[in-house]
């Protein structure tokens, strides 16, 4: 029976939401959400098993497939720094995310999905889809398939958040696995963005996304 251990932080939604794929997907698989403080515990073992981190607050020494892309995306200053020397995008915040599904195959571009803060609460809601016109699709998808292709990012699900400049894109940050806004994508895309991050990494082909 394959073992799975989901590395992560504050974000318990993201956890449980990819623990529901990937059961829905296997459901023979044994799943253990661990918080990232639990890594020496005895108690946890990832030997033998299959590591998803859906943190970048990882311990220097955790070895595991796209260990680099996470440093690399946990430094924004740098990513930003690089995204505008080598592609030449600027950078700034934004409330919109591009998921990119980087299969062996190929990506396959998701629908945008945009935040908007709650005027009560103050927090962030997420919704898919954001239609964007097609100028700004082609920014998107460019500046995604450069940008991982230069990491020679692994098979995962990516999320690549970016904000508007005048006519242009931003580069905010990038994110090497499902994050918050990921969440919206439940009930709206076959497959989700969870079930998704879960086929990339056990190479199950995934042929088409759509949004419903």
């Not at 990012?153 to 918050?180: K, N, S, V």
Request: proline share 8%; aromatic share 12%; net charge negative.
């Amino acid at each position: 029976m394959p073992r799975v251990a989901i590395l992560t932080g504050a974000d318990a939604d993201g956890a449980a939401a990819l623990a529901r794929a990937i059961a829905n997907s296997r459901p023979a698989t044994e799943i253990n959400i661990c918080a990232v403080w639990e890594l020496h515990s005895s108690a946890i073992a990832l030997s033998g098993a299959i590591v998803c981190p859906v943190t970048l607050d990882l311990p220097q020494d955790l070895v595991f497939p796209g260990r680099e892309v996470f440093g690399f995306c946990r430094d924004v200053s740098a990513t930003r720094d690089l995204v505008s020397e080598k592609f030449g995008v600027p950078s700034g915040d934004g409330n919109f995310w591009l998921p990119v599904v980087w299969t062996l195959k190929g990506p396959l571009y998701a629908e945008v999905i945009g935040g908007e803060f709650q005027q009560q609460s103050g927090e962030l809601s997420y919704r898919q889809p954001v239609h964007l016109s097609d100028v700004w699709r082609q920014q998107l998808y460019e500046l995604a398939y450069r940008l991982l292709d230069f990491l020679n990012a692994p098979p995962a699900t990516y999320l690549m958040q970016f904000g508007f400049a005048g006519e242009g894109i931003c580069f905010d940050r990038l994110w090497p696995f499902p994050a918050a806004p990921a969440i919206a994508s439940a009930g709206v895309q076959v497959p989700d963005l969870f079930t998704c991050h879960w086929y990339c990494l056990t190479g199950v082909p995934i042929y088409d996304l759509q949004c419903f």
